[in-house]
C-alpha cells in the first residue's frame, strides 16, 4: 500500500515544528535563568521574563492549530494521539517557562546574599533540571518510545538524588552541616522556592517524555507504577521531614 | 463466543468469492457478536460490499458469481444448497446506499412485508407499521402522512422508512450498504440515532466509507484490502492503536 502526504500531514508537521519551537524556547529560558543564577547577570533574567510572553503565545498558538485540526480533520490512530499530546504537552512547556522565571526573579538575589555553599546546591538542581528536560525534548523530536521509558524509569534514581540534594540544603539552612548559619531568612526562603521550581521542571519534563510514549504506542504511562515510589519523584516536602534516601 | 464474550449471531468461515474468475474474497474469517454495530471499512474495490451482501446472498442475483466457504447464522451455514433464500432475507434485513421506497403510500412500503409473510389482520399489520415506523425514528415526522406516497418523503425520511420496512419483518440482522452515504448531515445523525437505538434488538453491520461514521457508530470495526480481511477488533482500539500499519494508512488517509 502506498502511502501519499495529505493536507492533515502537513497541518500536523507544522504543529510539531510549532512544538519544537516552544521547546527550544523554554530551554532558551531554562539557559538565561542557569546563567543567571550562576552568574548573577540581571541582562539574562531579563531576557527571560521577555521571552516568556513569547512562550505564552506560542502555549496559545498551539492551542489553536491542535483545536483546528480536530475540528476539522478528526484525526484518528497516531495523528489523534499525537494531538492528544500536544495539547497536554503544551501546558507543561509554558510551566516549564514559567518555573525558569521564577528561578531567573530570585537569581540575583540569590546570587548576592546566598552562600557558596547553597549555591552550589542550587545550581546543583539547575543542571539536573535542565540536563532531565534537554533529554524529554531530545526523546520527543526522536519519537522514541524505548528512550521515553527508559527516562521515565532513570527517574526514580533521579529523583533520589535530587532528594539527597535538597536534604543537604535543608541541612544547610538549618546549620546541621557543622557551619554557622551563615545566610539570612530572606535568601534561604527564596532558596527554597527555586529548589521547588527546579523541582517542578524535572517532574514536567518527566510528563514530556510519557507523552512521547503515549504518541510512539497508545499508552498512558503517567500512573503506572515503575518502582517502589511509582517512578515518580517523591514530593518535595519529604526533604524537610524523615525517611529521606540514603545515598 | 466472540473474543469479547458476547455470543456470535453471525459468522464467516473460510469465506471466498468470485465473480466468474475473478475472486473477490479471500479466505475471510470474521465474527459478528450479537446486538453490536460492526463497521466494514476499505477502500473502494476491497470487497466489503461484496462481503456484505454475501452474508444475506444478496449476490445469488448475479450472474456467475459463486461463494466457498460457510457463512454461520446462529451456527447454520446459510450458504448450504437448502437453505431458504426468502427466510434468510427476512432474517438478515438489507438497507442500500440509496433509499428505494416501492412508488406506493408510506404506510404500503411497511405492510408490505408483513402481507408478504401471511399476516393479514389489519390491526395488527396497522400496529407494526406503526412499531417499525417508530423504531426507525420516523413515526413522528410522518404520522399525518402515511398514506401519501413515499416518494414525496425527503431523502432521509425516505431512508428511515426503508429502515422501518426492513424492520417491519423482525429481522435478527440488518446490513446497511453505506445508509447515510447520500443524505445531508441532520438525516445522517437521525439514522445513526436510530442504528443506536436499534442495536438492543438487532445485530447491524454496516459498510462506510466514512471514518467518522465508523467510529461514531460502531462497536467493532473490520479493514478490508484487496479482498482481505486485514485487521478487525474493537472500533476504539482500531481507531486510536491500529495494530497493522496498513489500517493505519488507511483510517489517517495516507492510503493512496
Avoid at chain 1, 552550589?120 to 534537554?134: P, S
Avoid at chain 2, 389489519?122 to 417508530?134: G, N, P, Q, T
Avoid at chain 2, 472500533?235 to 497493522?244: K, N, Q, S, V, W
Avoid at chain 2, 483510517?251 to 493512496?256: A, M, N, V
Amino acid at each position: 500500500m502506498n502511502t501519499k502526504e495529505t493536507r492533515l500531514q502537513q497541518e500536523l508537521e507544522r504543529l510539531r515544528a510549532k512544538l519544537l519551537i516552544m521547546c527550544a524556547s523554554v530551554d532558551v529560558a531554562l539557559d538565561n535563568a542557569s546563567a543567571a543564577l550562576y552568574g548573577g547577570n540581571p541582562e539574562r533574567v531579563e531576557t527571560v521574563l521577555r521571552g516568556d510572553a513569547a512562550i505564552n503565545t506560542l502555549e496559545m498558538e498551539i492551542d489553536d492549530m491542535a483545536l483546528s485540526i480536530l475540528a476539522r480533520n478528526q484525526p484518528v490512530a497516531h495523528d489523534l494521539r499525537f494531538v492528544v499530546a500536544a495539547l497536554r504537552m503544551v501546558l507543561d512547556l509554558e510551566r516549564i517557562g514559567d518555573e525558569a522565571v521564577s528561578v531567573a526573579e530570585r537569581a540575583l538575589m540569590l546570587h548576592a546574599r546566598l552562600p557558596a555553599a547553597g549555591m552550589r546546591i542550587v545550581n546543583e538542581l539547575m543542571d539536573a533540571a535542565r540536563a532531565l528536560y534537554a533529554r524529554s525534548v531530545e526523546v520527543f523530536r526522536a519519537g522514541d518510545a524505548e528512550k521515553a521509558m527508559d527516562l521515565r524509569r532513570n527517574e526514580d534514581e533521579g529523583s533520589k538524588k535530587e532528594m539527597l540534594a535538597l536534604q543537604r540544603m535543608v541541612d544547610y539552612l538549618r546549620g546541621r552541616d557543622g557551619r554557622e548559619p551563615d545566610w539570612t531568612p530572606d535568601a534561604g526562603l527564596h532558596a527554597l522556592l527555586a529548589c521547588r521550581a527546579l523541582n517542578r521542571i524535572r517532574r514536567r519534563s518527566v510528563n514530556i517524555a510519557e507523552q512521547t510514549f503515549f504518541i510512539a504506542r497508545g499508552e498512558n504511562i503517567k500512573h503506572i507504577r515503575s518502582g517502589t515510589d511509582g517512578g515518580k519523584a517523591p514530593p518535595l516536602c519529604y526533604a524537610l521531614g524523615e525517611g529521606i534516601p540514603k545515598a | 463466543m466472540s473474543h469479547s464474550g458476547i455470543p456470535v449471531k453471525l459468522s464467516a468461515r473460510g469465506l471466498n468469492f468470485f465473480y466468474g474468475r475473478h475472486q473477490a474474497l479471500f479466505d475471510v474469517n470474521l465474527d459478528f457478536p450479537e446486538y453490536r454495530i460492526t463497521a466494514l471499512i476499505g477502500p473502494s474495490g476491497c470487497g466489503k460490499s461484496t462481503f456484505l451482501r454475501c452474508l444475506n446472498r444478496m449476490n445469488d442475483l448475479i450472474p456467475g458469481a459463486r461463494a466457498q466457504g460457510e457463512i454461520l447464522l446462529n451456527g447454520e451455514n446459510i450458504n448450504d444448497r437448502r437453505t431458504d433464500v426468502v427466510s434468510l432475507r427476512r432474517r438478515v434485513g438489507m438497507v442500500f446506499q440509496k433509499p428505494n421506497p416501492f412508488p406506493k403510500s408510506v404506510f404500503e412500503n411497511v405492510a408490505y412485508g408483513l402481507r408478504v409473510n401471511g399476516m393479514t389482520k389489519k390491526a395488527e399489520i396497522s400496529d407494526k407499521v406503526e412499531e417499525s415506523l417508530r423504531r426507525a425514528a420516523i413515526f413522528e415526522e410522518i404520522k399525518d402522512r402515511l398514506h401519501k406516497s413515499a416518494l414525496s418523503l425527503s431523502g432521509g425520511q425516505q431512508q428511515r422508512l426503508c429502515i422501518a420496512r426492513a424492520l417491519a419483518v423482525d429481522p435478527q440482522v440488518l446490513l446497511m450498504d453505506e445508509p447515510a452515504s447520500a443524505l445531508d448531515p441532520i438525516a445522517t445523525q437521525k439514522i445513526e440515532e436510530s442504528m443506536h437505538e436499534l442495536k438492543a434488538r438487532l445485530t447491524i453491520i454496516i459498510v462506510t466509507h466514512n471514518m467518522q461514521q465508523a467510529a461514531r457508530v460502531s462497536d467493532g470495526t473490520a479493514f478490508f484490502y484487496m479482498g482481505k480481511l486485514v485487521e478487525s477488533g474493537e472500533t476504539e482500539g482500531i481507531f486510536t492503536r491500529p495494530r497493522l500499519k496498513q489500517t493505519e494508512d488507511y483510517i489517517t488517509g495516507r492510503f493512496g
